[in-house]
């Protein structure tokens, strides 16, 4: 019998500051080992073995953060009055 996997979102928030435009402060240039090699960190530091890790990086501009904060907090926790 064939395994099958199924795909659960998660998320993993973080802030970077800088005195550079968001432009200027994100990498561009990111190789696709790179990225496999942050998703293979992010796989053996935060789950057990044998879970696969799949990231896609975004940022959300500053005059959105509030909200995109709230939103992240609703999933999490549940929307007020559920």
Do not use: H, W
């Amino acid at each position: 019998m064939e395994e099958q996997y199924i795909a659960v979102p998660f998320s993993l928030v973080g802030f970077f500051m800088t005195n550079k435009s968001i432009e200027e402060s994100i990498r561009s240039d990111i190789t696709p080992e790179e990225m496999e090699r942050l998703q293979n960190i992010i796989a053996t530091l935060l789950f057990k073995e044998g879970v696969k890790v799949a990231v896609y990086p975004s940022v959300v501009p500053p005059d959105q953060a509030e909200e995109a904060a709230k939103e992240l907090e609703d999933l999490i926790f549940g929307e007020a009055g559920e």
